[in-house]
């Protein structure tokens, strides 16, 4: 397709300093499984992006760093605490009960992909019995499913909660480089309590590669093993590693995000339909009744309604002005 | 690394005509999870390659493509048989029962990783009691962890067999491409009962891909679901296509993978120590004690011990005829 | 503990006629796993009880026996619909999801207990996506978690929805006597198109002991293998079957839960508190708060507040005029 | 069958002293989910019998009860080290696997069914490398699959190496009754390092129900959740406990194991077959060939060949003088 398609932000391909690294990497002879020097050096970037001393690990999809996250934080008869509009709870298939043997997950609410604290708060407080899966990890996302951001202190007060009481953490990062671009302090993180961290990739313009960051070094043991077991320790491992390399030399990996999130606001601003959540990356929600989205997938734009009803407009670093242009008239003669 | 690394076939990188596709993709915009032109395109050179109208998906791994493959022809109180050494019974860190919910292994002998039919016929003999796994599916390897080959007619004798008993049929083709090259006919397979193949791309010389042939229709359903909740429907999927159509245009999935034999050949006919099994693909295995072993180590190359007590010699795509006269020149000093 | 206790149905023992079946089957020696006499002769009461020539199995426990039955009808990709307030989903600490591998399970509603139809049809009108787990099998409960009663039309209207996209049906009646004794007609299930019956032993009046039927003869393929891995084939096969035997040839099955039926009858009579849904089988849900419930539970009556909020009473075989009486009396000086 | 069944140690019913119990625990109503004093009273008397202040939890099935056990001590990209003859390996239809969602079983050799010391330092010194399961838990038994014992210090030896390497340690004792009755201390279990125990019920004379032992007060931890959800926390709790009352307060435990250990003394001194193992508990071993066990059957003694191609015969606390003598000549007349 030539034109550009606001469905998702991984619609486009990846950026030219991913792809190039990825070419530059195409060279020599490496060892296998993540003990190349490309991972190696990759890890490092990683490491400095965040400021953290972590373990890093680099795999082909954002699902199963997920689940494998949340796999590692929990046991089958325990659950997961997520917003009920996560990712991990919407689109990934039942990944984390599948990885995670059965494991729960338990939906919280929250305006615009936000968990409210106090309902983070009634369900730590739910009795500990054995009939039901009790809470072992609390899963965050940032940006969140709507395109807005936890600050640093809103992840500190529902970290802090879950930790009161012995639960992992796990922060879904898959549009952490839109969150980092618009304020967010990933360098943070690190003292956020947060067990494991998903830092995106794909999303964030690159070919299907997430970085999984264990913060806590215990969960380091046999982590091969376990990535090994699912799937997601690559022979080749170099091109996984490689285009983060691209990015974060380049500090592409913010600055597309920036892109992306600029899109988004002057998609938001133009839009002729009411925009539902705050724009703080690279997302956009708008009402919209099926007689209009019906006239937009007419002219060949196809957005589609998002778990909460809204229409979904997504930006990435290939959005173009021309295209956010072009969408707007769209939309506004499908009003 | 400079040097070539015969630890592995997987030491290499991507062949030129794999990596240029993937570039050639990274262009416009395309819907997510395999939907995308450039996997149709695939897909279809990958049935063309075969002869054979089956779906095709692509995955960024050869165990999680064995596993989820495995897990779709057995239930978890079945096992799977397969050579004893078979990677999914040594290497994949018990992928298949991860994936298959406690799915049992049962290894079966035969000489230079080929399943010796009688010892097929007694496991299919044994009696089907209700406290230990019978077995549900046959999975071979060709070519096999030797470096050997079946013949079609070879085959066939064993999927009929497991057949006659109501199994499935798995193939592992992650050496599919030296199968081929060395003569065995892929077109055939599609008639040989085999209900999922794996295809190797990563060994032949791809980056991560391998290609999951669904020869049976009836395990297409809800396919897409099985590999989405494993973390294997990566959304920028075109990335893992794209390798397959520059190595099958260019027929340089069976190029490459004829140089490799020959390189292992060549290998084999100038190795100072006894070699141990047919040299029919890209492997070379020979007898070296620990001593000879440690010399070769300390000319820095890293070969190492297989599960049979043999010391492994790789060839790839990637190899060159100087590589070869190096590790020969090595290896006759370490004798 | 000498006073009846209203907290459940399954506080009480076993009815004289379970238990004394159970003394009598220990006598001789008889072979294992469900292969012996004992167990035969109870398949065959629970075959003429239902009028069906099906499968028969008995499992010590109703988790289980639901939670195998879900793992074969559904895969780990898929999911299982049932009402939101099911013991499946609320009460069984995730057994579905970890017997059957993560699979989903899809709350829907509906007044006291009962699926709504029109909500059934909403769920299997759903896209099948793959980022989701699509519905392969119905849950449904006779009598409810809320003591109300489908009809055997209002069953026969879900199945067969179901049924028309594929699905298969599995029927918890861990209170089927209840259902029965109240004039649900039980030999008619046999044509309502439900593969998987679990027929209620326990809180029927029996130790511990519950009947699996399987009306579709493919699901018993390997059934005991499964039910071995999963630690429900006993050895002593004959224990779990033997209360069966003295609870049908005596009818106690059924004139049990019709004593239990009237007691909650005469208790939904006499209760100060508003009952909240239709007493069809064994319990009495009340409108209580919170001051009431704690003067009740001071005078030594440990019921509990419900998944609907409301305040549940349940009786059983052992249920006393005596008791209705005395539990009316502290109810009131509750008020 | 009115005849002795030497097939198992299963084939008799229970102990009068259990049954008589568990008629006894029939009375007045209870709490569930071994939350009743009846459970409480059966687990303070295994505390007793093992001198340890051990949490005890009753189950229904040994298979379970192992398989949860290991659960809860391996993750699913780890192995368990076992006799490669133990239950574990052989009769559990791969229970492991599946309630460990995927953990990996190593064989270990060692004569008759004890494993070898330097096999399992071997099994501990292997590289601990990604591509396979590493060991995680150690799991003995005791009497053996052979009818064999380890003596305090012999199992001592063996926990203590695997204790050294991180690993956890589960001890089958299925029939650990006939151990105790053989001169194995059982108060020193508490003092050697076990993790978790599983006390056999079942071949000890009860209906079907074990004792597990957690050691380790860490695995307590949401315990019952993990028993809830894998269908092994019976709400009639009292039905699994009452039986320990009767056999432990009238030492029928230990008194009946000693009885079927006599029996199997006698029997092996009679046994017109050369005896293979060494008889230190209920079982005897004999080398016999097929037309000879062919004849025994003819006769209507269903013995069959075990996992080392020997013929077993397993005495039981109703095992009589009478059937020691009737089988003896019947394989005399066999001969």
Redesign the interface.
């Given at each position: 397709?030539?034109?550009?398609?606001f469905?998702?932000d991984?619609?486009?391909?990846?950026a030219p300093e991913a792809?190039n690294a990825?070419?530059r990497?195409?060279?020599?002879?490496?060892?296998?499984?993540g003990t190349d020097e490309v991972t190696s050096r990759a890890a490092d970037l990683v490491r400095a992006l965040l400021d953290a001393d972590a373990d890093v690990r680099f795999?082909?999809?954002?699902?199963?760093?997920n689940?494998?996250s949340l796999a590692a934080l929990c046991?089958?008869?325990?659950?997961v605490l997520a917003h009920e509009h996560a990712h991990v709870c919407?689109?990934?298939?039942?990944?984390?009960?599948?990885?995670?043997?059965?494991?729960?997950l338990i939906g919280l609410p929250g305006a615009s992909g936000r968990i409210d604290p106090p309902a983070l708060d009634r369900a730590l407080d739910a009795p500990?019995?054995?009939?039901?899966?009790?809470p072992a990890a609390l899963s965050l996302t940032n940006a969140t499913e709507y395109g807005t951001l936890y600050s640093v202190a809103e992840i500190g007060r529902l970290t802090k909660a879950a930790k009161a009481r012995g639960l992992g953490v796990h922060l879904d990062g898959a549009r952490l480089a839109n969150a980092a671009a618009s304020g967010f302090q990933i360098k943070a993180l690190k003292d956020l309590d947060i067990d494991i961290l998903v830092v995106g990739g794909?999303k964030a313009g690159m070919?299907?590669t997430e970085a999984v960051v264990l913060f806590d070094p215990a969960l380091a043991r046999?982590f091969?093993?376990?990535?090994?077991?699912?799937?997601?320790?690559?022979?080749?491992g170099?091109?996984?590693a490689a285009p983060w390399i691209g990015m974060l030399e380049s500090d592409g990996w913010r600055d597309r995000a920036l892109h992306a999130n600029e899109m988004a606001r002057q998609l938001a601003a133009l839009m002729p339909f009411p925009v539902r959540h705050p724009v703080e990356a690279n997302a956009v929600f708008v009402d919209m009744d099926d007689d209009a989205l019906a006239r937009l997938h007419a002219k060949g734009w196809?957005v589609y309604r998002f778990t909460d009803g809204t229409v979904r407009f997504m930006c990435s670093w290939?959005t173009t002005q021309a295209a956010v242009d072009e969408i707007v008239q769209a939309a506004r003669s499908a009003v």
């Open positions: 397709m030539v034109r550009y398609d469905a998702s991984n619609t486009a391909g990846a792809l990825l070419v990497a195409n060279r020599g002879f490496t060892s296998g499984y795999v082909a999809s954002g699902t199963a760093a689940a494998v046991r089958p008869f325990e659950a919407t689109d990934e298939t039942g990944a984390p009960g599948l990885f995670g043997h059965g494991l729960g500990d019995v054995s009939h039901r899966q009790s794909t070919p299907p046999r091969d093993a376990r990535l090994k077991q699912v799937g997601q320790l690559p022979s080749k170099r091109f996984l196809f290939a």
